[in-house]
């Protein structure tokens, strides 16, 4: 199978038929019940259980039980409980409407928020400080943010396109109410945004459905388009823009990540057990989830080092549906006390260098979604 059917199979899905989702949360619980305890694991200890120093190291792989955390700092990225934006240096948001939320972030005052209306009919729909909408892109299904909160990009021709070879648009925003560029991609497969940093919009696509990804950088204010090629089947930018996470292997006996330097196309380090997701403010670490994805939440968080792929800190739960880098010692997890759809969730900020735990937001019934 081509890397560039990728996104069909690791991407959580938002329509899943109720037997295939039963049955996938049925085999979940088997593996978990034949799965052996691994060698040094531990539970995570609260950021607050004591003001001692800590005396020995703590295990690399750690159980994360939210129910057991005491409440600390709230998040410091933006997110949305039940239909309000919060987080991110900005005040509280109310998200009118009904529609699925699949992806929201936050620029200078506006609030932008990527959003079902069915499972091919994805729009962008921007509001202002006061939650009014001013502005309404379609077809939009893919949303990022610049490390420093100056631009934003999106796209139209992902994993939510009605026609998948028909191609899209991808954008650039900075402060304001509506695209300041967007450049037109016909005839594509598989569009989606992966970076902006200052004025360059990093993006893949794909020529056909069984070929792989390719990565591309927009200038903006250059106008020019061109085609990274020392990655395959790109899935992340580093923030700096100097590195990527692609897959190298994908076919029916598993996947493998590497790291590459986009300059000189040196792969820095691969791994099989691990699939690399997204990179932390300053490159200090990657995240990872499982090979593959699940539809409610995978067993796993892990930060591994972005320049030698060593395991920093690994976190396990029932259902993992999201992971951010808040800065480079700090990730919030999304955790949901189970791997099914009605769930109670909390993110949780855990600490890499001491294994450390505290709850960001209470338990609560209310749907959860991190940011961008």
Partial sequence: M???RVAGRIRPLV???AAVAVAAVAAGGLLASRRNPEAGAGAAVPLAASNKPQTSTPPKKLAVDAAKLQLGREPQVPYVRGRTLQGGGGQAVVIPGKNELVAVARLWDLTLTVQLKSVTSPSLVVLDGEGKQVNQVPGVDSLVTSADGQAAAYASGGRFAADAMAGGTVYFQEPGKKPTAQLSRPHVYDLEVLAVIGKSVYFHSARGTDVPWELYRWQVDKQTVTRVS???????VSTSGTAAAGFVVFNDSGMCTAVTDLASGRQSWRTCQYQLTRF????????????????YGDELTAALDSKTGALLREWDAGSLRGAVAED???VLLQWHDRPEPQSRSALVRCTISTGQCELATPLSSDSLLLGS
Avoid: Q
């Avoid at 020392?230 to 992340?236: E, Q």
């Avoid at 300053?282 to 989830?289: E, K, Q, S």
């Fill in 280 to 295: 932390s403010p300053t490159d200090r670490f990657v995240l990872a989830i499982p090979p593959g994805s699940s539809p």
């Fill in 230 to 236: 020392t990655v395959a089947s790109p899935v992340a």
């Fill in 328 to 330: 480079d010692d700090h």
């Fill in 2 to 4: 081509g890397t560039g």
């Fill in 15 to 17: 329509a899943v038929v």
